[in-house]
Structures are given as structure tokens and as C-alpha cells.
């Protein structure tokens, strides 16, 4: 007999522990989701429960722009230049290179670069400058007056350790013409309008806070 309710005892004991295991577990059919792992942490666990392949999950991560772009293209350029300046913004630094561009050629004309030396690097100031003297020299005068910028557009750029450059082909509507010092013009188009098509390169360094653009080369 007390065999007996021991084995009665017992058979309680395993149906109460059964009772309480399949409350803290539950059941799960086939095509329930499955419960999160107490063992696997949860970054492997949402591996696991993506796709079943981590490998692949790795493989449809998106790249970063600039290196699935040609490095050589405009795209490539821009998106290097975006990543060396984050806020680098295209169509803003567009309209400030117009206002350098009118700047630059008006101060030319008149022969005084002071106002403009913060846009221009060492070089091409010198060589500004150097045209200026001449003219000067020989008692020339220019004659320029810009009546409208018609594009403005990027044709390349580049990033290049912490200096980044864009080139940018400007096409303007110009009066232009050289008069000697009778007042006699020597060349350009005397007071008529022609387009006029520059290509100038800026540049500027990433690293520098509130650094401003500069021209480092002009080309026709």
C-alpha cells in the first residue's frame, strides 16, 4: 500500500511539473515563427529568422554611392567630394562660383585684384597680375561688362587627400573690348555681345572650418 502512493505521488509531481513547462514554453506549429532563443543573441537571431543564409543577408547591404560609381565620372567626382565636405551642396556652391566668376572678370578688367585675392590662389593671381602690368604698361584699357551668366555647370570633380576641386564650364554674354590709350579698340568686339565660354577650376580644403573656394586654374 505504500508502494502504491508513492507511485501516486510521484505521477502528481511529473503531471504538475508537465503542467507548468508547457505553460512557460507554449506549443508552436510548423508554420508559427519562432520564439526567440534564450542561448543565440539577438543579432543572430534575426539572421537566422531573415533568410536563413547570413551571407546573403551581408550581400544586399547597400553601398556607399561613391563606390559603386565610376571614379573618373562626374557622379564618381561629386559623390567624393560630398563624402571630404558632408555638406556639400551642388546647386549652392554653383551660385557662389558665379558670383566669384563676375568678381574675378570685373576686378581683371579694371586692373585691381585686391578685392577678389581671397578667390584666387597664389598662381593664378600671379598670372593676373602679371597680365595686368603688361596691359598697364603699354597704356591699354579692357572694356568688360558681363550682361548675364547663361550656364553654369560642373563638368568634373575630385577629391585628392584633403583638397577636393570642381571645374565648372561657364557660358556668359559679354561685352568686351581692348582700347589703347587713344581710346582706339585693338581687339575684342566694340561694345557687341558675344558668348563667351570659360572653363575654372575651384578648390578648397575639407579640413579647414569656413574655408572658401578659390580658383586654381582658367582655361578657354
Same mark, same amino acid.
Given at each position: 500500500?505504500?508502494?502504491?502512493?508513492?507511485?501516486?505521488?510521484?505521477?502528481?509531481?511529473?503531471?504538475?511539473?508537465?503542467?507548468?513547462?508547457?505553460?512557460?514554453?507554449?506549443?508552436?506549429?510548423?508554420?508559427?515563427?519562432?520564439?526567440?532563443?534564450?542561448?543565440?543573441?539577438?543579432?543572430e537571431q534575426n539572421?537566422?529568422? $531573415? *533568410? =536563413?543564409?547570413? /551571407?546573403?543577408? &551581408?550581400?544586399?547591404?547597400?553601398?556607399?554611392?561613391? @563606390? +559603386?560609381?565610376?571614379?573618373?565620372?562626374?557622379?564618381?567626382?561629386?559623390?567624393?567630394?560630398?563624402?571630404?565636405?558632408?555638406?556639400?551642396?551642388?546647386?549652392?556652391?554653383?551660385?557662389?562660383?558665379?558670383?566669384?566668376?563676375?568678381?574675378?572678370?570685373?576686378?581683371y578688367a579694371d586692373?585691381?585684384?585686391?578685392?577678389?585675392?581671397?578667390?584666387?590662389?597664389?598662381?593664378?593671381?600671379?598670372?593676373?597680375?602679371?597680365?595686368?602690368?603688361?596691359?598697364? $604698361? *603699354? =597704356?591699354?584699357? /579692357?572694356?568688360? &561688362?558681363?550682361?548675364?551668366?547663361?550656364?553654369?555647370? @560642373? +563638368?568634373?570633380?575630385?577629391?585628392?587627400?584633403?583638397?577636393?576641386?570642381?571645374?565648372?564650364?561657364?557660358?556668359?554674354?559679354?561685352?568686351?573690348?581692348?582700347?589703347?590709350?587713344?581710346?582706339?579698340?585693338?581687339?575684342?568686339?566694340?561694345?557687341?555681345?558675344?558668348?563667351?565660354?570659360?572653363?575654372?577650376?575651384?578648390?578648397?580644403?575639407?579640413?579647414?572650418?569656413?574655408?572658401?573656394?578659390?580658383?586654381?586654374?582658367?582655361?578657354?
Open positions: 500500500m505504500n508502494i502504491d502512493m508513492e507511485i501516486v505521488f510521484f505521477a502528481l509531481l511529473a503531471v504538475v511539473l508537465l503542467g507548468r513547462l508547457w505553460f512557460m514554453l507554449g506549443t508552436r506549429s510548423d508554420g508559427e515563427t519562432q520564439r526567440p532563443s534564450v542561448v543565440v543573441s539577438p543579432l539572421k537566422n529568422t $531573415a *533568410s =536563413g543564409n547570413p /551571407a546573403e543577408e &551581408r550581400s544586399i547591404a547597400p553601398k556607399p554611392l561613391a @563606390a +559603386v560609381l565610376p571614379p573618373n565620372s562626374l557622379a564618381g567626382g561629386l559623390a567624393q567630394v560630398k563624402i571630404a565636405i558632408p555638406d556639400f551642396d551642388e546647386k549652392a556652391f554653383l551660385r557662389e562660383s558665379r558670383d566669384i566668376f563676375s568678381a574675378v572678370v570685373m576686378a586692373g585691381n585684384l585686391s578685392a577678389v585675392s581671397n578667390f584666387l590662389s597664389p598662381e593664378v593671381r600671379a598670372s593676373f597680375q602679371k597680365a595686368v602690368d603688361a596691359r598697364m $604698361a *603699354s =597704356g591699354q584699357i /579692357a572694356r568688360v &561688362r558681363i550682361v548675364s551668366i547663361v550656364d553654369a555647370d @560642373a +563638368v568634373s570633380a575630385k577629391a585628392e587627400g584633403s583638397n577636393v576641386f570642381v571645374s565648372v564650364r561657364f557660358s556668359s554674354i559679354q561685352d568686351t573690348a581692348m582700347e589703347d590709350a587713344t581710346g582706339n579698340v585693338i581687339s575684342g568686339t566694340d561694345r557687341k555681345k558675344e558668348e563667351v565660354t570659360d572653363i575654372w577650376t575651384f578648390s578648397r580644403d575639407a579640413n579647414a572650418q569656413g574655408a572658401s573656394w578659390e580658383v586654381v586654374e582658367t582655361k578657354v
